[in-house]
């Protein structure tokens, strides 16, 4: 969905550094999402948005944190990243209920 | 929890072969049903899905039938081509879980000239 845009696109940064990862949505979705996609696990929930400034944490919440200061951009923050937290990073809107829209995804490597 | 399972790949067919890829999944409620497609190097389309039993999704020569009888969502395509190569997801959203998917592992389908 053209929609949904994700930068940085691709990432590489070493362990114990700060990364924050921005979604911009210009459909108006209520709903936002972060994902991890990794071999063999599909795609893991991370945390999501209902609202501005209404956020919970999802599956796999532990090392990540979350803003929405608006509608339109959600944000993903690595406080201190770690070798484990190497994934892509997919971020996802939706407005009618159950059906997500997904940006294009940022590879993130931690070295 | 709810959970989906998939068939592992990666499936390998020739063009206009037919191809199923099955998902069964558990979830406490009513769950709505859906199969994602990513191309490579691209984020989840959404493929088709389904909100209630015996409902039949429908899209680019694919169908999934939800079967709550036997827990199941199985994709379908009666002749694929090369084009169709991609990793397909199948995913759950129940109604009173914030719009939040559960999805399957993902199958990788390959399809050869």
């Known amino acids: 969905d053209a929609g949904i845009t994700q930068s940085p696109r691709h990432k590489v940064t070493e362990t114990g550094t700060p990364v924050t990862l921005r979604c911009h949505q210009t459909?108006?979705?209520?709903?936002m999402y972060w994902y991890r996609q990794d071999p063999g696990h599909g795609l893991r929930l991370i945390h999501y948005?209902?609202?501005?400034?209404?956020?919970d944490k999802g599956e796999v919440s532990d090392g990540y944190s979350v803003s929405r200061s608006k509608t339109e951009d959600f944000l993903l923050t690595l406080e201190s990243a770690t070798s484990s937290q190497t994934s892509v990073y997919f971020c996802?809107?939706?407005?009618?209920?159950?059906?997500?829209?997904f940006g294009p995804g940022t590879r993130l490597t931690v070295t | 929890g709810d959970s989906v399972t998939q068939m592992e790949g990666p499936v390998t067919l020739s063009e206009e072969a037919f191809l199923t890829i099955n998902c069964t999944y558990t979830?406490?409620?009513?769950?709505?049903l859906f199969w994602y497609v990513q191309y490579p190097g691209e984020g989840l389309q959404l493929l088709l899905k389904?909100?209630?039993?015996?409902d039949k999704g429908s899209n680019k020569g694919f169908e999934a039938t939800y079967r709550k009888e036997t827990t199941s969502f199985h994709l379908e395509k009666g002749s694929v081509q090369v084009s169709d190569s991609a990793v397909y997801f199948c995913?759950?959203?129940?109604?009173?879980?914030?719009?939040?998917?559960?999805f399957g592992g993902g199958t990788r389908l390959m399809v050869k000239p």
């Open positions: 389904a909100t209630k039993a015996d």
């Open positions: 995913a759950l959203s129940e109604r009173d879980a914030g719009n939040m998917l559960t």
């Open positions: 948005s209902y609202g501005v400034k209404d956020t």
């Open positions: 459909e108006n979705h209520r709903y």
């Open positions: 996802a809107g939706a407005s009618v209920s159950y059906e997500q829209y």
């Open positions: 979830a406490t409620g009513y769950p709505s």
